[in-house]
T-cell receptor, first 113, second 111 residues
Framework: EPEVTQTPSHQVTQMGQEVILRCVPI?????FYWYRQILGQKVEFLVS????????KSEIFDDQFSVERPDGSNFTLKIRSTKLEDSAMYFC???????????FGPGTRLTVL | RKEVEQDPGPFNVPEGATVAFNCTYS??????FFWYRQDCRKEPKLLMS???SGNEDGRFTAQLNRASQYISLLIRDSKLSDSATYLC????????????FGRGTSLIVHP
């Protein structure tokens, strides 16, 4: 069964450092997403990406965040200068339709010290 | 008013019981609806989409009530393995598709 993969599974970083979270979406999917979930809280939408550009983004997705699809398979989320409150589980998801089913990756747990 | 609201529970039920969860949404232009389940510290996994006419998948039945702006999930003959958090997801409409999650309803099925 096709699946979304994410690396690393756990990333620890110092406040102010840059991090890049990596995702490999399902190969024939066209829509890609990043979500985050702070421990004990709800899943929050960050950004959606289609046709090599951002299609929607939330208020959380400020100038410190960026996404890229550098090649035909990877989809990355970069946080330029991490803050303590960026500590969360970050989920990548992909879909073959705009409003369709989304398959989530297993997540990257980001810990900012 | 929160965009997507769910009773956090927990709902504590015996095996074999029938349990139902509701989820209300605030934006009447919302277009699509889903139920996901999330196990502790794992990713959300799609349980089922919710269609206007209601839909069933085995022991699970989902319904949409547009007039009252809520969706429901009914689980019949609960199994221990159904213990999880059930997330309601609504694509907020108005020309954009921004999937909005509820906080989830915790279900505990005990022997």
């Amino acid at each position: 069964e096709p699946e979304v993969t994410q690396t690393p599974s756990h990333q620890v970083t110092q406040m102010g450092q840059e991090v890049i979270l990596r995702c490999v979406p399902i190969s024939n999917h066209l829509y890609f997403y990043w979500y985050r979930q702070i421990l004990g809280q709800k899943v929050e939408f960050l950004v959606s990406f289609y046709n090599n550009e951002i299609s929607e983004k939330s208020e959380i997705f400020d100038d410190q965040f960026s996404v890229e699809r550098p090649d035909g398979s990877n989809f990355t989320l970069k946080i330029r200068s991490t803050k303590l409150e960026d500590s969360a589980m970050y989920f990548c998801a992909s879909s073959d339709q705009l409003a369709g089913v989304k398959f989530f990756g297993p997540g990257t747990r980001l810990t900012v010290l | 008013r929160k965009e997507v609201e769910q009773d956090p529970g927990p709902f504590n039920v015996p095996e074999g019981a029938t349990v139902a969860f509701n989820c209300t949404y605030s934006n009447s232009a919302s277009q699509s609806f889903f139920w996901y389940r999330q196990d502790c510290r794992k990713e959300p996994k799609l349980l089922m989409s919710v269609y206007s006419s209601g839909n069933e998948d085995g022991r699970f039945t989902a319904q949409l009530n547009r007039a009252s702006q809520y969706i429901s999930l009914l689980i019949r003959d609960s199994k221990l393995s159904d213990s999880a958090t059930y997330l309601c997801v609504v694509n907020i409409g108005g020309g954009s598709y921004i999937p909005t999650f509820g906080r989830g309803t915790s279900l505990i099925v005990h022997p």
